[in-house]
């Protein structure tokens, strides 16, 4: 795949922020990364993420990294 290449990776961060009434500024402080970072998450333009973030993210947020990303079928 070439780096412009699309991917079929969907990411649910604007849901499980609103369904726990947190915004992406609470958030960002409970897991220490920018809200440019974060919002780049969850706009699904992310070209990778650490799985120390994805742990601090599903932490805060009581959910599991299948609940954040998914992928969507071809």
Do not use: W, Y
Not at 40 to 67: Q, V, Y
């Amino acid at each position: 795949m070439g780096e412009s290449a699309e991917h079929r990776i969907e990411v649910h961060l604007d849901d499980l922020l609103a369904a726990r009434g947190m915004t992406l500024v609470e958030l960002s402080a409970r897991v220490g990364v920018t809200v440019v970072n974060l919002s780049i998450l969850k706009n699904g333009h992310a070209r990778a993420i650490r799985f120390s973030t994805l742990t601090a993210i599903c932490d805060a947020l009581g959910c599991t990294p299948g609940e954040l990303i998914t992928i969507q079928e071809p």
